[in-house]
């Protein structure tokens, strides 16, 4: 899973503006994804505005860095990760409303954001043929990857709390089984000569949970297994990181063959 060149994807030599997918594309996009869930949990829960609030907020913020992004002629980094950002922190909020407020509880909620996954993924390759990252080079194409990516955060942070949660691995425990998960994948990649694409997508998919987990371990109490950190001050130290990281990554995009 670091080499964002597809081997099945749509011919062409047309630039995109999404990141070739190295081994530090995967560190910032754990770093964003935990970053996502204590940003989320500081605003609907620190800040005591709810899930609800807390969603509409981070909805207007990913409609915003995703439109700028689409705009660009060009691919920005920080332009990039700051939408991916908004999409983990929108669905931090929205996975917590779906799961929590709706009282469909995890099982139902997962199940519902499965399908509108696999019906966003669906209708992405229906219209352009393909769902290859590296294929993502157009305004219309971008919104399909950009939705995609907003259900992907949103699935992620309710497997994440069901496996902590109603599992019973606690956070630990969760880490632990994403983390095999990414491994396995990791092999995978490394050993067969499975879809570039699926790997991609299921490994982006399961380093959502993983950093929901490894927040809520960061910012939950004591005596729920958490290290009770602050959550503002989990968040910065996690949005530095994220930014130092991008700052040294390189600045290719994926591209396509």
């Known amino acids: 899973m670091v080499d964002a060149r597809q081997r099945d994807g749509s011919p062409g030599g047309t630039p995109g ?32 505005l709810g899930y609800l609030v807390g969603t509409a907020i981070f909805s207007g913020l990913f409609l915003v860095a995703v439109a700028a992004q689409i705009a660009a002629r060009h691919f920005r980094p920080l332009l990039y990760w700051s939408a991916i950002v908004a999409t983990t922190t929108v669905g931090t909020t929205l996975a917590d409303y779906v799961t929590r407020s709706l009282g469909i509880g995890y099982p139902g909620g997962t199940l519902l954001l499965v399908a509108l996954l696999a019906t966003s993924f669906l209708v992405w390759y229906r219209a352009m043929g393909s769902v290859a990252v590296a294929t993502v080079t157009s305004p219309r194409t971008e919104m399909f990857y950009w939705i995609t990516i907003m259900f992907s955060q949103t699935l992620g942070t309710a497997l994440g709390d069901w496996s902590a949660d109603t599992a019973g691995l606690g956070y630990g425990g969760g880490a632990l089984l994403f983390g095999a998960a990414l491994a396995i994948l990791a092999l995978a990649y490394l050993l067969t000569d499975a879809s570039r694409t699926v790997l991609f997508w299921a490994a982006f998919i399961l380093t959502r949970p993983l950093g929901a987990v490894l927040g809520d371990y960061l910012d939950k109490p004591v005596a729920a297994g958490g290290l009770a950190l602050d959550r503002y001050t989990a968040s910065a130290a996690l949005l530095a990181l994220m930014i130092a990281l991008v700052l040294i990554a390189p600045r290719r995009v994926a591209a396509r063959r």
């Open 17 to 48: 503006k999404v990141p070739e997918v190295t081994a530090i594309f995967w560190l910032i996009k754990i770093a964003a994804t935990t970053l996502g869930e204590t940003a989320g949990d500081a605003v609907s829960m620190s800040m005591d």
